[in-house]
């Protein structure tokens, strides 16, 4: 399976409405959007789906964020996606713990969508000499 194109875009966060805002947001903006509502799904769908953009709440149920970024990064087949942490726990300690979990970016809630959109899409048009390799299965 070759990975994504960098307009894919998997988004996890276990608030319904905040899912859905997001998922809406993202389309508009041109992106190709799938969603999940635990940590387990998330990891289930970048499996299936290879994006190259993924943005995860960091307290889901089942598994969370960072544990879900560690498994991305331990289960790296091609071109990195882009790990976006999203989450209400704001302090520099936590920042640290997303950032050595493999998260590229941490951005604390209430988050505005544009700062999101703005990390997003300065990764979304990136050219990748790896992007040609085939991913295998998770």
């Known amino acids: ?43 289930a769908e970048y499996c299936r789906w290879f994006p190259a953009l993924v943005i995860l709440d960091i307290q889901m149920p089942r598994l969370d964020g960072r544990e879900v970024a560690r498994e991305i990064r ?3 087949r091609g071109p990195s996606p882009l790990l976006v942490a999203v989450s209400g726990l704001s302090s520099q300690a936590e920042r640290a713990l997303c950032l050595q979990s493999g998260f590229d970016h941490h951005v604390a809630k209430p988050a505005h969508m544009p700062v999101i959109l703005a990390i997003v899409a300065s990764h979304s048009r990136i050219s990748d000499p790896d992007i040609a390799q085939v991913h295998s299965r998770c």
């Open 1 to 43: 399976m070759l990975p994504g194109p960098t307009h894919h875009l998997l988004v996890a966060d276990d608030d319904p409405g905040l899912l859905a805002a997001y998922v809406d947001y993202f389309e508009i903006h041109g992106y190709e959007v799938r969603a999940a509502q635990d940590g387990v799904d998330a990891l």
């Open 74 to 76: 331990r289960r790296k």
